[in-house]
Structure formats: C-alpha cells, structure tokens
C-alpha cells in the first residue's frame, strides 16, 4: 500500500533522514506536503526532489521566495501559520513533526485527526502541553509514534507489553562534547565548541541542549506522557557510544535494550513502516563484534545543572515543563548570540522557573499552553540583562 506522508520540518536533519526512507521505499511511500521555518530555497528544492503538490513556510516574509523558487514547477506553495495549517490538513496517512521547539506545538495538534499516524520528533509539544496532546489523540484515534531515537527504542522494545509491567525505564545520553570537561572548563566554552556533537549532525538548537544535557530533561518529560509513567519510574543514563538507546526494566528483574547505530534514519524506518518493517538505507546496519566498548555512567547534575532542572520541573507538574522549555528556548538562543556564558542557560532558566506561574495547572489545550510559553519567554527576555546571565 502507497502511503503519503506530510514531512514538517522538511529542511532539518530529522527532514533529511526522513527523506532517505522515502527514497528508498518508493513502492511505499510518498511525500505529499513539505513545511520548513523561512528557508525558500532549501525547501522549494526538498519540494521539487520528493515531489510534494504543496510546501509551505512558517514565516510569511518568506512566502514571495518561495514562490518564485517554484514558479513554472506546478507545486503550491504557501506562508505563515494558516499555510502551515493547510499543509497539515492536506490528506495524508503519516505526518512527520519535526518543527524544532514550542513552534512545532500547533501543527502537531492540528495532524492529530482521526486514523493519523504522527511520527513525533517534536518533544516540545508533548514538554508543553502533554496531557492534552495525548488526550486529543485518544480521542480522535490519532496514533502518535516516538521519532526520537530514544523513545523509539523503548517503544519497541516494550512491544505488547503493558505499562504496568514495567518497574523503570532508562533513556540514554551522549554526554554531548562537555562530557569529560571540568566544570570550569564548562563555564569558557564557546558556541562552537557547544555545537560540536560527537555522534549526531543536529540543529543548533538541539545541539546546544545535548551539550547542556537540557535534552535529555526533556526527553524525560516526553517519555513519561508518551508511556504514561510516574516521573521516579524514569531514568538517564550517560552512554558516549549511542548505541544503545533506551533500556526497559520490568517488573520481575529483566531488562531489555534497543539497539541501533546513531542514526536518525533506524527511528524514522521504524515510523513510517507502521504496515511492516522498511528497508534501510545501506550501510546502516549495527555489527556489536566491530563496535567499542559500550560503557555508562550516571549523570553529574553539579556539571549540568539543566538536567536537574527538567527533572525537577518533570516532579513540579503542571505548567512548570512548559515554563522550563520556554525560559531554555530564549537561553539558548541568547548563547549563540553571545550575549550570554553558557553556565547562564541554566541559570537563567532556574530564574524564570522560580518566578510566577511556577504553580499554574497543566495547559488543557494549545491555546493555554502557548499563552503559558508566551508568559514564560517575556520573562526570560526581561531577565537576560541582569547578572549573572549577561556576558561581561
């Protein structure tokens, strides 16, 4: 059977990967809309090669672009939100969310219509808004699928398995670049020496958030709405060679692992194969007898502070995630832009998370969770000149 799927964040790593299963699958698949943030060229390119009927950009400046780029290529072409949302609605089997951070919240929650698969590798919408994302998709009989390497791992490792058998799970970290460093040396490090990630060519954003370890306090809050877990039931282990992506505990003492080389491209197969296994690109298989040593250590929380926080916010409940993803979002942004030390990505956001709302009740739907990460940003903004965060 044919499937079409409606790829957003087309021009991004996640993009790419999921691209490369599409062309190697072309007797299953096919790329029907494309969405990117502003980037014309790249994505009037990703629209001509897969062959999509519409492409669409989030900013509507960059909508003139666009269609010039496509002109005489017979795609539609669109800008800002309603376009956004128009690519969304266009019938597809799959939709792939891969708009980086609380961006992506929107459209996710508008693909969650009845019979939908979504492929989610925006951990921001279940972050902000979990219990609503996951209740409109029971309600709609949408099924949300984990793109990101670690949640994908778990979801096939536990299977058929139900919730209540599991006594723990466990997600992976790379360490990121900062891994053996002191924390001294953590608190010189420069953006391009942030960005360097030893296993995964990323977005900044992203990027910046693995050498954090902030990441992976996300990937914490995603995992207990995808799995329904209690926060204490969920763990993180620092694992340099990424082969091992996620760890299941049971309940009488068994552990099971899900293995695979980093490459986004197992995840994305796994997704978009919902009617059986695909075909991966070549090359990609993992061979144990020619890998390293696969060793693991706990994280250090004094080293990075930003772990603790989004475990802490995971325990707070109710707005406190969202707030967290918020403050992060304009933290880092301040980094790459120099205005900030990188020690003051987790200071300022343990500011903006000891400030008002830090009691709120969990967003019910999109509107509340965005009026919540509006709230949270101009807090974060209005910060950003104080000590300790700015860079003197």
């Not at 902000?128 to 791992?153: F, K, T, W």
């Not at 692992?257 to 090359?283: E, F, Q, S, T, Y």
């Amino acid at each position: 059977m044919l499937r079409t799927v409606t790829l957003l964040g087309a021009t991004g790593s996640i993009g790419k990967s999921t691209r490369d299963i599409v062309t190697e699958n072309p007797e299953r698949l096919r790329i029907g809309a494309v969405v990117a943030g502003r980037d014309a060229a790249g994505l009037a390119r990703v629209a001509v090669e897969t062959g999509a009927r519409f492409a669409a950009l989030a900013d509507a400046t960059a909508g003139p672009a666009l269609a010039a780029a496509l002109s005489g290529t017979g795609i539609a072409s669109g800008a800002g939100r309603s376009a956004v949302l128009d690519a969304v609605a266009i019938d597809s089997d799959i939709v792939v969310s891969a708009i980086s951070g609380a961006a992506g919240l929107e459209a996710t929650f508008a693909a969650l219509t009845p019979g939908r698969v979504v492929a989610l590798a925006n951990k921001e919408s279940l972050v902000c808004a979990g219990a609503a994302v996951m209740a409109r998709a029971l309600a709609v009989g949408a099924r949300i699928l984990p793109l990101d390497s670690e949640h994908n791992a778990l979801f096939q490792v536990l299977g058929a398995e139900p919730i209540s058998a599991i006594r723990s799970m466990t997600l992976t970290a790379s360490g990121g670049p900062f891994r053996t460093w002191s924390a001294a040396q953590i608190a010189q490090a420069r953006p391009e020496q942030a960005l360097a990630h030893p296993n995964y060519a990323m977005g900044a954003k992203i990027t910046i958030d693995s050498a954090s370890m902030m990441n992976k306090g996300l990937e914490l809050i995603e995992a207990c709405f995808l799995f329904g877990l209690a926060p204490e039931q969920l763990e993180v282990l620092v694992h340099p060679q990424q082969i091992v992506h996620g760890l299941v505990t049971f309940r009488d003492g068994s552990v099971s692992a899900g293995l695979a080389l980093p490459d986004m491209r197992v995840a994305a197969a796994h997704c978009l194969g919902i009617d059986g296994r695909l075909d991966a690109p070549p090359a990609r298989f993992l061979d144990l007898a020619m890998t390293a040593p696969l060793t693991f250590e706990r994280p250090d929380l004094v080293r990075f502070p930003a772990l603790g926080l989004a475990i802490a916010a995971l325990a707070a409940g109710g707005a406190m995630p969202a707030i967290l993803n918020a403050a992060n979002e304009v933290a880092v942004a301040a980094f790459l832009e120099g205005r900030i030390a990188f020690p003051g990505i987790a200071a300022l956001v343990e500011a903006v998370c000891a400030g008002p709302g830090h009691d709120s009740a969990a967003p019910v739907d999109v509107e509340a969770a965005l009026a919540i990460d509006h709230e949270a940003r101009n807090r974060a903004r209005a910060l950003l000149s104080r000590a300790p965060f700015a860079v003197t």
